[in-house]
């Protein structure tokens, strides 16, 4: 039987960023970032991409695969799962935020929610609920502690 081929998060995020600057560059609405303050933006870029590479190592370290849906083998909770149970999609987004304040116009803040909504609909919700069931009780006490987001 041929697996289903499944759309991955990056996918979502490189289509967000197109979107992105699409719409800065056809329909801007308004300045609300000067050039001079856009470049603030490249703080939560290169944090958002720090953030995802420390949760990667994460993974790595635990031996557990990094794709979606993939039979999980490890639970992290350490580093920064410690603060959030989704790092790697925080710092997704963190890096969309830079991202749109360094284009500096109103409208590529227009599909950073609908990201966010993908990820929650499309992942998150499955990968708790395939963690649960993996890990049980365990999983249960992390949940209760770590914050899906911040």
Known sequence: MEQKRKVVPPVYFLLTMLLMAALDRVLPVTRIFS???AHLGLVPTV???????HAWFGFAR???PVVPFERSTA????????FTRNPMYMGLVLI?????????????????PLFVWIIQANFIHGEERFLEELFGEQYLAYKSRV???L
């Open 35 to 37: 050039l001079a303050w």
């Open 96 to 112: 969309l935020v830079g991202v749109a304040t360094m284009l500096g116009t109103a409208s590529p803040w227009l599909p950073i």
């Open 47 to 53: 944090l958002g991409t720090l953030v995802c590479v």
């Open 62 to 64: 635990a031996g557990t």
């Open 147 to 149: 914050r899906r987001w």
């Open 75 to 82: 639970l992290v909770t350490t580093g920064l799962y410690r």
